[in-house]
């Protein structure tokens, strides 16, 4: 890949994100990081320049949910959401919330309630009247996935949403799902650390004609080789110090499994990230389905390497040296699988 200026600059394509969905940039951002998971978020002024400059070179998918910082996340993007209201498609997610009397505890809704309840407070804390594309962010398997997305369907009607997005669902869930009401995308994890959903929901996605938005492409920035063992090298404050993948002795495995990737990035000129976020776009080509992955950072370096990405086309002998990669990772995604669809194929 050059490393001309061309490269850095020149806008990404355009990819329309599920059938009769909105034309997007082929590459989005997620905002979580600027305010909330990954340790203090102090420079906002860089994370402000980093929203403008993600849109200069046509990141036009903005990522959030109402979750992220009990609704800073929402409140931080704001202003430029509002500012360039017609030029980016906003997503934003419901069902996660704190448990008042733990706030170290998640709790997970589905109702018809505090959908309602949801809806409104983002739309206040966003500063939009709509919103583009509204996602169910966990499965409360306690409620008919039917029941939600009716729900869901009634703030379409109303205005309040365009589109309607499911994030970790099942392949049964998501049909059943869009018996309901058209269902756009589908956000999940995917990288070449986790590749789940390849065995039934990217299948049901491409038969259903839903897009897919991986999200931590970069494997919450292990990938990039940023950091090997997250409880000795990240801040107190961090969330990946509890996940199992990036602590002990799965941390040191983990680490040796990113070789071929440093390998194929020296020969290209490119970096770790670029040759992970390369592999996750061209499952499109792969799988024959909109693939528009949303990695997070607070830094315009970063957003430029990464849009970078999607001018690296892997080969086929680079891409079988990354195949056997998440067959031997060590650790689940979560410490806590039970709400991962894996747990309920």
Same mark, same amino acid.
């Given at each position: 890949?050059?490393?001309?200026?061309?490269?850095?600059?020149?806008?990404?394509?355009?990819?329309?994100?599920?059938?009769?969905?909105?034309?997007?940039?082929?590459?989005?951002?997620?905002?979580?990081?600027?305010?909330?998971?990954?340790?203090?978020?102090?420079? +906002?002024?860089?994370?402000?320049?980093?929203?403008?400059?993600?849109?200069?070179?046509? +990141?036009?998918?903005?990522?959030?949910?109402?979750?992220?910082?009990?609704?800073?996340?929402?409140?931080?993007?704001?202003?430029?959401?509002?500012?360039?209201?017609?030029?980016?498609?906003? #997503?934003?997610?419901?069902?996660?919330?704190?448990?008042?009397?733990?706030?170290?505890?998640?709790?997970?809704?589905?109702?018809?309630?505090?959908?309602?309840?949801?809806?409104?407070?983002?739309?206040?804390?966003?500063?939009?009247?709509?919103?583009?594309?509204?996602?169910?962010?966990?499965?409360?398997?306690?409620?008919?996935?039917?029941?939600?997305?009716?729900?869901?369907?009634?703030?379409?009607?109303?205005?309040?949403?365009?589109?309607?997005g499911l994030?970790?669902?099942?392949?049964?869930?998501?049909?059943?799902?869009?018996?309901?009401?058209?269902?756009?995308?589908?956000?999940?994890?995917?990288?070449? !650390?986790?590749?789940?959903?390849?065995?039934? +929901?990217?299948?049901?996605?491409?038969?259903?004609?839903?897009?897919?938005?991986?999200?931590? $492409?970069?494997?919450?920035?292990?990938?990039?080789?940023? !950091?090997?063992?997250?409880?000795?090298?990240?801040?107190?404050?961090?969330?990946?110090?509890?996940? $199992?993948?990036?602590?002990?002795?799965?941390?040191?495995?983990?680490?040796?499994?990113?070789?071929?990737?440093?390998?194929?990035?020296?020969?290209?000129?490119?970096?770790?990230?670029?040759?992970?976020?390369?592999?996750?776009?061209?499952?499109?080509?792969?799988?024959?389905? #909109?693939?528009? $992955?949303?990695?997070?950072?607070?830094?315009?370096?970063?957003?430029?390497?990464?849009?970078?990405?999607?001018?690296?086309?892997?080969?086929?002998?680079?891409?079988?040296?990354?195949?056997?990669?998440a067959g031997?990772?060590?650790?689940?995604?979560?410490?806590d699988m039970? +709400?991962? $669809?894996?747990?309920?194929?």
């Amino acid at each position: 890949m050059s490393d001309s200026k061309s490269d850095r600059t020149e806008k990404i394509q355009k990819v329309a994100l599920g059938a009769g969905g909105p034309e997007v940039g082929i590459q989005g951002l997620g905002c979580m990081g600027m305010s909330f998971a990954y340790g203090p978020t102090d420079d +906002v002024d860089e994370a402000r320049a980093t929203l403008e400059r993600a849109l200069e070179l046509g +990141v036009t998918l903005y990522d959030t949910a109402d979750v992220y910082g009990s609704g800073a996340n929402e409140e931080f993007i704001s202003p430029f959401v509002r500012a360039h209201r017609d030029e980016i498609v906003l #997503a934003t997610k419901f069902s996660l919330g704190l448990d008042p009397a733990d706030p170290a505890r998640r709790i997970i809704r589905n109702d018809r309630p505090y959908l309602r309840q949801c809806v409104e407070a983002s739309l206040r804390r966003l500063g939009v009247d709509e919103i583009d594309l509204y996602y169910m962010h966990r499965r409360d398997v306690g409620v008919p996935i039917e029941e939600t997305v009716g729900a869901m369907a009634e703030l379409v009607t109303e205005g309040k949403v365009k589109y309607l997005g499911l994030s970790e669902v099942t392949a049964g869930e998501l049909r059943a799902a869009q018996g309901v009401h058209p269902i756009t995308a589908v956000q999940s994890e995917w990288s070449l !650390f986790s590749r789940d959903i390849e065995r039934h +929901v990217v299948p049901a996605a491409v038969e259903l004609g839903v897009g897919l938005v991986p999200y931590s $492409p970069l494997g919450r920035g292990f990938l990039t080789g940023s !950091f090997v063992h997250a409880d000795r090298e990240l801040s107190a404050d961090d969330f990946r110090r509890a996940q $199992p993948r990036f602590t002990g002795s799965n941390a040191s495995a983990n680490a040796a499994l990113l070789e071929p990737v440093r390998k194929i990035a020296e020969g290209r000129g490119a970096t770790l990230g670029q040759v992970a976020l390369a592999w996750v776009q061209q499952r499109a080509a792969v799988h024959g389905v #909109a693939v528009v $992955p949303i990695p997070g950072t607070r830094r315009r370096s970063r957003v430029e390497e990464n849009t970078g990405a999607t001018h690296l086309i892997l080969t086929a002998s680079e891409l079988e040296l990354l195949e056997p990669i998440a067959g031997q990772v060590a650790g689940g995604r979560y410490a806590d699988m039970s +709400v991962t $669809p894996e747990s309920r194929e």
